[in-house]
């Protein structure tokens, strides 16, 4: 597709959106759906379930995120979405929700200025990176709803058997019963570092929570450190400590404790893999 192609598409998803569903944007951010004629949009990304805007709108910057509302089983993700935003309101770790439309399968946020962390991590700061995508997720634990487990990460892991984590972790099944699961928790469920931005002062800021799922508590972790894994091969001595600690909000030393432990061979032994 050339250029011009390029821009004509665009065009036409702007307009659909503006035709569509531009006037009840324009009620949630001024209450008069006359109000569209002010509004701007340009697409910044699209996936299979979702397109997200960027919306000019009385010289404000806003997010808007539409679901696909052809597929009905989107419905359940904008449920979460809007549902783990709605519990992070006013705690610093999201951009603040300015108002949703269940019909319509879309959600309006601040603007967050910043850069993607994919961005922005390196080497150099990996340590600190780390610690401060620990600390976000510890926060984040802190104000989801918790239950009650009794089981351990030998038993959990099990339920993706079919997809190879039992011959991933055989040789460790005895240190996988030892660590064992007390409490659940809301988690984010999708550890691509695209879900965060770096804001200008550095700080990180969460977005897109259409996957989570009430999980085991450190989840999450466990999820993270695959993926640091996968972009610092060899690197656990240098990124795990430094996740660990901000979860934990304590220094984590060798020798590991258990779950920590267990977080090094996850990370080592399924970087490669795709989990469902």
Known sequence: MDMGQE???NEVILTDLI????CDVAKILSDDASDIEQMHAEEERQSDDCIVYKVKFNSKNYLVKCFDRT???LGKSWEREVS???????TGLIPSIVGHNREGLFLVSAWQEGKDLREVLNENNLTETAEAIGTWYRNF????HLGKADTNWHDYLAKYANQGLDAKFSTFSKLFRKVKIDQLSIAKNDAHLSNFISDPNGKLIGIDFAEASLKPLGWDILLTARVLER???GKSDIYLPALMQGWTATEIKKPYDGFTKMVQIFAKRT???KMD
């Open 141 to 144: 634990s802190g104000k989801i």
């Open 71 to 73: 597929q009905a089983a």
């Open 84 to 90: 783990c935003q709605l519990a992070l309101q006013k």
């Open 271 to 273: 970087a490669s893999m």
């Open 7 to 9: 821009n004509q598409v």
């Open 231 to 233: 972009l610092f091969p």
């Open 19 to 22: 035709r569509d569903q531009g």
